[in-house]
């Protein structure tokens, strides 16, 4: 949380070296060093070819102020690649035994991850 405000300062420029003109407003749980953002194309173009490496550049953006990849509400399809780039292989082996746990049957939301 301590620099949480570093975080989002250098957010937009980063990632307007991708995709000038890129509008961020980072929004919720600030309070507890926690941040989402939400993303805006410029008015003339919109994020066809840049969506990995936008979320890319975010995540190695947070990796470097010392933050972490977290979800409050698990994680979908979509970043089951960057959690695995992101975790630990302890991390993961833990997020898959305790979805296992609960769900031994994988009936609730199959192939999302905790």
């Known amino acids: 949380m301590a620099r949480l405000a ?20 980072p929004f919720g749980h600030l309070g507890d060093g926690n941040v989402h953002l939400n993303l805006s194309p410029p008015p003339d173009a919109d994020f066809a070819g840049t969506e990995a490496m936008l979320s890319q550049a975010i995540y190695d953006l947070v990796v470097s102020v010392g933050g972490s ?10 970043k089951v690649g960057l959690a695995d780039h992101l975790r630990s292989p302890i991390e993961r082996h833990l997020m898959t035994a305790l979805i296992a746990a609960v769900d031994p049957d994988a009936r609730m939301n199959p192939g999302k991850i905790v």
């Open 6 to 25: 570093d975080f989002v300062a250098l957010t937009e420029p980063m990632l307007s070296k991708i995709l000038p003109g890129v509008r961020v407003n």
């Open 69 to 78: 990849f977290s979800a409050e509400h698990g994680l979908g399809q979509a």
